[in-house]
């Protein structure tokens, strides 16, 4: 059997997905065999495995830093939030049906916990360490009981767990301490120690404080993280973080040609692998934004619609702020604009939807000779083909089926004059197609911008992951870490007061290898009253 641990967080957004990137990279280049895991995650940046199978971008992104093949055994549960607060429940890579949280939290997330830790077995199996991430907070004392992403999995494998703060947010002492409080004793037990992360300045100054940490809680503190610019990695959803990363921040490099290229991206509602325009962001001399404004999209280039959770919802949106009458007359006018997957969907004739929203007919803008019918079966899958005549990757997650009827074939879309579309996510990311598709937007909007020609995606990626093994090696104590990993919490950690009631054993009333719940089940529980809004990593 492997070791493990288990990566928690203060809050959400603390670092845990990097963290966990970070120690996947860094074991990896010391030659251990090393698979991340979250047992549950709510995001509705997703990504398709080979197999077909739908994860959270977190957990493929760390599959990339351990050099693994991404596996929906990674991310067993995927809960992707929709617009009628509830959220689709995604098992083993497959939809299951629709839950309101109140329903999700109600008894089946715990009936879920058997497939987790199988799943997690499974893992252990295979690698020498799996390095799990925690949701949210550890401390979510109205979650405990139905808990399995924290420290209900981290009882169940009996893995270590150590806490990272976010101390460019203030208050981490407090919040390392007060997570560790509110917990029972026998998930204290668990609690190994902590690690600071985004911290701006001297360490020396804050050496004081962990050192009244370790007195105050008996546990020690495994390193200092600094705050690092431009970590451009896939993380949970947030707009904030893909404004932030250094794959975006290269675009202070300057142009190769002699213009620079504005691209200006819709923040449609419940919006969806925003991840997709991360491509463009990297090449040198292109400047993304989210925008919400009409008026933004004036002196764009390009404008991006991109996916979308709702896609009847993001049309609304668009009709109410004027944008999809500015989006007409840039078609009109002979502008770029590109719609991907829900945003494709939009710039059609009409949408046929009762399954997302059961809104039944819409128009849609007309850009497009496109009539889409929403299905029951979500398509998943992994396609190659070429374009502009280069190759193109990608990968699909959609309700929507597209009846296309006329324009120019463009992947598995159509293009008529400078509108694009297609369902692809990731097409962005092959270097040549990117780099042609942006040489006709820069011919479309009368621009001297010529693509970098040596810019490579995925390096810049590798590079990224790279830096997160940089700051785990530079600055944890990766001997004490890889104790931990090998040999669990140490024995013997002080409980601190109050404490929270004891929490449920770990598994489901009949064992850890209980079935979970099949498709009609979970359908059945989705049609529960949902008047409890999902937010953000709450499970």
């Known amino acids: 059997m492997s070791g493990g641990l288990l990566v928690a967080g203060t809050t959400s957004d603390a670092g845990k997905s990097v963290v966990t990137a970070g120690i996947c990279r ?3 280049r010391r ?28 957990q493929a992104m760390q599959a990339q830093a351990a ?7 990674m991310n067993p549960v995927l809960l992707k939030p929709g617009g009628d607060r509830s959220s689709q429940v995604v098992l083993m890579g497959k939809p299951v049906g629709e839950m309101s949280a109140r329903g999700y939290h109600g008894g089946r997330q715990e009936a879920l916990l058997g497939t987790v830790t199988d799943c997690l077995e499974q893992l252990r199996g295979t690698y020498d360490a799996v390095i799990c991430e925690g949701a949210g907070s550890p401390a979510e004392i109205n979650l405990r009981r139905t808990d399995i992403v ?38 204290q037990s668990l609690i190994a120690g902590y690690l600071v992360n985004k911290f701006r300045g001297d360490v020396s100054l804050l050496e004081p404080g962990l050192d009244m940490l370790l007195g105050l809680t008996g546990r020690r503190t495994y390193g200092v993280l600094p705050y690092a610019h431009g970590l451009g990695i896939d993380e949970e959803d947030g707009l904030r973080v893909s404004m932030r990363g250094a794959v975006r921040e290269s675009v202070v490099a300057p142009p190769h040609g002699e213009d620079v290229l504005r691209v200006a991206v819709c923040a449609v509602p419940l919006m969806s692998n925003f991840t997709d325009v991360d491509a463009l962001a990297a090449e040198p001399g292109v400047v993304v934004r989210f925008v919400d404004r009409a008026e933004e999209l004036a002196d764009a280039d390009l404008v991006i619609v991109p996916g979308t959770r709702g896609t009847v919802k993001a049309l609304a949106w668009l009709r109410e702020r004027g944008l999809a009458a500015a989006l007409r007359r840039r078609a009109a006018e002979g502008r770029p604009v590109l719609g991907i997957c829900g945003g494709f969907q939009v710039l059609g004739e009409r949408i046929e939807d009762d399954v997302e929203s059961r809104a039944g007919l819409v128009e849609g803008l007309g850009l497009l000779p496109v009539r889409v019918r929403f299905g029951r079966e979500k398509v998943l899958g992994r396609p190659v083909g070429s374009a502009l005549g280069e190759p193109v990757e990608g990968y699909e997650i959609h309700h929507g089926v597209a009846e296309v009827s006329g324009g120019e074939p463009f992947l598995d879309g159509c293009r008529v004059g400078s509108v694009w579309g297609t369902h692809w996510h990731g097409s962005l990311e092959s270097d040549a197609f990117r780099r042609a598709f942006l040489g006709e937007v820069a011919r479309a909007a009368g621009r001297r911008f010529t693509a970098a020609p040596d810019t490579s995606f995925g390096a810049l990626r590798e590079e990224q992951l790279d830096r997160l ?12 870490l890889w104790r931990l990993i090998e040999t669990g919490a ?43 809004t999902v937010t953000e990593e709450a499970p």
């Open 26 to 28: 860094w074991l990896v």
């Open 31 to 58: 030659g251990v065999k090393v698979a991340p895991f979250k047992a549950q995650n709510m995001s509705l940046n997703s990504f398709v495995t080979r197999e077909g199978a739908e994860i959270g971008r977190a």
């Open 67 to 73: 050099r693994v093949e991404p596996s929906a055994l």
């Open 150 to 187: 924290n420290m209900g999995i981290a009882r169940a494998a009996r893995f270590p767990v150590l806490v990272v703060g976010d101390i460019d947010r203030g208050g981490v002492f407090a919040s390392f301490f007060g997570t560790t409080a509110l917990l029972s004793p026998e998930d």
């Open 469 to 480: 093994g940089d700051l785990i090696e530079e600055h944890a104590d990766t001997d004490a």
């Open 490 to 532: 140490p024995e013997g950690l002080p409980f601190l007061a109050p404490g929270a009631p004891p929490a449920p054993a770990p598994g489901p009333p009949e064992g850890p290898g209980r079935p979970a719940p099949d498709g009609p089940e979970l359908a059945a529980a989705g049609r529960e009253s949902a008047d409890v």
